[in-house]
């Protein structure tokens, strides 16, 4: 599968009342492979490595739906299977999401996979992580070269996204906000891995950083202090700013 494009909603959108992401995605031949053709090995390795997935009860609404739907007669298209598991993962990270939809998207073989998430990093993760595992449960003869020459070790993967996940979770008097904002149904926006929270939109919005408002200096302080979410807040607005980036392994250095 070839990734041609991927978008964040933040807030309502043509495809939900709610953020999504939407992963374009390019079958190529695997468009005459789903899940029926490629077997009982991939579905059993797939629910193995993902056990949350024989819960879901896709259009059967049911525990065990998803599973079935994999099984009965020709199965169900890879790109349905990689929203599943994207979801599944995000559940496994924390975030109680569940909506996802998997669309025919113009060219032959292509499609929109369509799925809910509350953090845009962890939901961007899911999805990537979701791709590499259904490629790397593929036959020896469907898989791309890369991943034939790279040993994918999905168990360190797993533990590296959770990991990440639970260092951008909120603290306790934020998420207390958060639900009450949630309550009252007001749009609510993380943005960026601290605690800066939008609320609501446009010229309405307000912001807050842990227990400080917008209404305060406070916050505009902090983020001209911080290069990294200075770049980014002038970046959003469409101002032109260089690129860089924080990078936490040596492993990720550009060369």
């Not at 709610?18 to 053709?37: A, H, N, S």
């Not at 193995?48 to 819960?55: E, N, R, S, T």
């Not at 349905?80 to 569940?98: N, P, T």
């Not at 690129?243 to 936490?248: A, G, I, K, Q, W």
Request: net charge negative; glycine share 10%.
């Amino acid at each position: 599968m070839e990734v041609k494009s991927i978008v964040a909603y933040e807030g309502p959108n043509i495809h939900a009342h709610f953020p999504v992401i939407r992963y374009t995605v390019d079958m190529g031949v695997l468009e005459e492979w789903p899940t029926g053709r490629l077997g009982q090995r991939f579905i059993d390795g797939l629910v193995g490595y993902l056990p949350g997935l024989a819960q879901h009860g896709c259009s059967y609404q049911s525990p065990g739906g998803r599973v079935r739907r994999m099984t009965e007669g020709d199965g169900t298209w890879l790109g349905h299977v990689m929203e599943h598991a994207a979801i599944e993962l995000q559940k496994m990270a924390g975030s109680d999401v569940s909506f996802g939809k998997t669309r025919v998207a113009g060219p032959h073989g292509h499609y929109d996979v369509i799925y809910e998430y509350h953090e845009e990093a962890v939901g961007r993760q899911a999805g990537d992580l979701a791709l590499a595992l259904i490629e790397h449960l593929l036959p020896a003869e469907l898989k791309p070269q890369t991943d034939i020459e790279t040993q994918f070790d999905f168990e360190q993967e797993l533990d590296d996204f959770l990991r990440d996940a639970r260092s951008r979770e909120v603290g306790p008097s934020t998420a207390a906000l958060m639900k009450a904002v949630a309550d009252r149904a007001i749009p609510c926006t993380r943005m960026n891995a601290d605690s800066l929270i939008r609320l609501g939109y446009g010229r309405f919005q307000k912001r807050i950083k842990a227990t400080l408002t917008s209404e305060t200096r406070q916050l505009a302080v902090d983020i001209a202090s911080d290069k990294e979410e200075t770049n980014r807040t002038l970046r959003d607005a469409g101002l032109p700013v260089t690129m860089d980036s924080n990078l936490r392994h040596l492993s990720n250095t550009p060369i």
